[in-house]
């Protein structure tokens, strides 16, 4: 909760004690991060002509045109998305499938907000590269606040 209010957000649900839509409110946009049950309740706290955005979803067939895939990957994409596209049209707003990809220039302007301090990186730990498996546990274990960075050279630190 500390971290995550610092780090500017205006209200925090603890998962584990309450369900995010039993508060009433609605949002504008809505960014799921985990997919199944979560992204189907994400419809219910979206504001009519809202957006529920997915990393976690499925694709949707927008997806498929804008990565340049043809019919046949458009409908396929429209067949696995069928339930979160008929959850959009019932809350009268938009779903789509947030594909993401290693963009460099993207990379770029995020090291440069983070050395102008306007963009902040939280890291929870530090691996050097021989402890990769270690870091991938502490990682999916859930305990991580924040990334999980494997650092190459001889200058890491250990956990």
Known sequence: ???AMRL???DFVDYRTERFESRGRKFDIV???VGADTLDR???VVREGGKVLSISGNPEPNTAKELGFGFFTQSLFALVSFRQRRLARKAKATYRFVFMRADGRMLAEFAKKIDAGTLEATIDRIFPLNDFALAFQYQESGKAKGKVVIQIGEN???P
């Open 31 to 33: 960014l799921d991060l």
């Open 42 to 44: 994400s419809f219910s």
């Open 1 to 3: 909760r500390a971290l």
């Open 8 to 10: 500017g957000a205006d």
């Open 156 to 158: 890491a630190p250990t």
